[in-house]
């Protein structure tokens, strides 16, 4: 009887867990597919609302370190000016992997279709956390 109110307790927390991160899981996605759509409707505004608005959020590109919510936006700004420029986003998430309840870690491609400018793309690795129950981009590699 121990034994088998073991097993059970056992079955049920597996399944609690499992099904606890699939749902963390498919709420980061629901963040990049978010983020995609902003930025294919041409809205980069929108699409920074899935950044940490912090002076400690920290993007890292071909050209180095920027620091904070307001220069990250600023950056987008001035590297994407035109709808041309900003082309056609598709993501390809490579895989993720939550190293907390409230920290996840996500490799993905990118690509920009961009008939007039040429496409461009390459990999990033992004750092969410949840805070105060929404997941935030913390940290993002692009390159």
Known sequence: MKNSFLLCFF???TLKSVAQSTNERNEVLSVLARQNKNWNDGNIS??????WK?????FI???GVVYGWKATLDRYNKSYPDRATMGTLKFDIQKTDFHSKTTCWVLGKWHLTRPEKGDVGGYFTLVLKKINGKWLIVSDHTS
Request: hydrophobic letters at 45%; zero cysteines; a negative charge.
């Open 11 to 13: 079955i049920l927390f």
């Open 61 to 63: 590109g071909s050209k």
């Open 46 to 51: 929108a699409f920074m609302e899935d950044y």
């Open 54 to 58: 912090s002076d400690s959020l920290m």
